[in-house]
T-cell receptor
């Protein structure tokens, strides 16, 4: 069953701790994205990657880090430097083909700092 | 820098009324524009893209380069259209997808 999977669905973190959100896709997509979704602010781009071992900062990268060691995986680490980490996080992937630019999204991870 | 603006956070209409969700963008190149939709308890998914020039679920959107707009329209809204709608822009390189703030559409019976 092809798709993009995020885990866990819910995540709780104590202040001062780093936490890593998982994103895996088996769609053979080159591009992968991480977004943060806050009420009233839509989707804001954190990081994106178009190829293994390469990634670029989005609009709100501060306090986050990513890696792209494998094509199918793009984990996001929320570090203790992120001032307001409680949010809903969405991962997406897409092909880098002009004829096929649709992005596919995961179910999301809701992170709560306690 | 690329930017997408959806001026309305909430749009409430009655069933059968026309709907227009506004989207404006800024980008120096020739972008590809999309509308994505998120129904309650479902994943965000593609609704339509400007290059396809298609009507999906009765919705259409025309890219107006002069006004840098990509408004989403439907002549007769249905209750099942109630959802969160996001306008999105893909850059020329095809590797950066930027979303607007979203508009929540509520269709009342």
């Amino acid at each position: 069953d092809g798709g993009i999977t995020q885990s866990p669905k819910y995540l709780f973190r104590k202040e001062g701790q780093n936490v890593t959100l998982s994103c895996e896709q088996n769609l053979n997509h080159d591009a992968m994205y991480w977004y943060r979704q806050d009420p009233g602010q839509g989707l804001r781009l954190i990081y994106y990657s178009q190829i293994v071992n390469d990634f670029q900062k989005g609009d709100i990268a501060e306090g986050y880090s990513v890696s792209r060691e494998k094509k199918e995986s793009f984990p996001l680490t929320v570090t203790s430097a992120q001032k307001n980490p409680t949010a809903f996080y969405l991962c997406a992937s897409s092909a880098l083909a002009a004829s096929n630019t649709e992005a596919f999204f995961g179910q999301g991870t809701r992170l709560t700092v306690v | 820098a690329q930017r997408v603006t959806q001026p309305e956070k909430l749009l409430s209409v009655f069933k059968g009324a026309p709907v227009e969700l506004k989207c404006n963008y800024s980008y120096s190149g020739s972008p590809e524009l999309f509308w994505y939709v998120q129904y309650s308890r479902q994943r965000l998914q593609l609704l339509l893209r400007h290059i396809s020039r298609e009507s999906i679920k009765g919705f259409t959107a025309d890219l107006n380069k002069g006004e840098t707009s990509f408004h989403l329209k439907k002549p007769f809204a249905q209750e099942e259209d109630s959802a969160m709608y996001y306008c999105a822009l893909l850059n020329n390189a095809g590797n950066m997808l930027t979303f607007g703030g979203g508009t929540r559409l509520m269709v009342k019976p």
